[in-house]
């Protein structure tokens, strides 16, 4: 291989790498319904709407109003997550898996937000104490 091409296949290459991950489909999906979903799944345990808000705005930073403006909007689950004013540091104590892939191996640091809201929708829904959900001990 010439010279040139190997620049040029160097480039190439390169240029692949620097290319965005495309964004997994689940961040266009409305949050309000998402939201929904994790109240239903909670209320099916017999826990409660009050509960899941206290663990979204734990893990997001998010006021309650805040919330509650968030779920009232048109928004989508990606810029929920990115729009988190102070995302709990102590989510990086968040440990297990989800749909069987470990929450602290995921790469994408959107998707592993999203991934730690849904652990912690999963804990209250078996019945986990909230201070252990919230990391508090």
């Given at each position: 291989?010439s010279?040139?091409?190997k620049?040029?296949?160097k ?9 965005e991950a495309p ?5 266009a999906y409305?949050f ?13 345990k ?7 808000d ?7 930073g998010?006021?309650?109003a805040?919330?509650?403006k968030?779920?009232?909007g048109d928004?989508?689950?990606?810029a ?6 102070a995302f ?10 989800v ?5 602290e191996e ?9 991934r730690?809201?849904d ?5 209250l829904?078996q ?11």
């Amino acid at each position: 291989m010439s010279t040139a091409k190997k620049a040029k296949a160097k480039a190439k290459a390169k240029a692949k790498q620097g290319a965005e991950a495309p964004r997994h489909r689940v961040f266009a999906y409305q949050f309000a319904k998402i939201y929904l979903l994790y109240v239903q799944k909670a209320e099916r345990k017999n826990r409660t709407k009050k509960e899941v808000d206290q663990i979204i705005c734990w893990l997001t930073g998010y006021t309650p109003a805040a919330l509650q403006k968030q779920i009232k909007g048109d928004g989508d689950l990606g810029a929920f997550l990115a729009g988190a004013p102070a995302f709990n540091p102590a989510a990086k104590l968040i440990k297990g898996t989800v749909c069987g892939v470990r929450v602290e191996e995921v790469a994408d640091p959107l998707m592993r937000k999203m991934r730690y809201l849904d652990k912690l929708i999963d804990e209250l829904a078996q019945g986990k104490a909230m201070e252990k959900i919230l990391r508090q001990d």
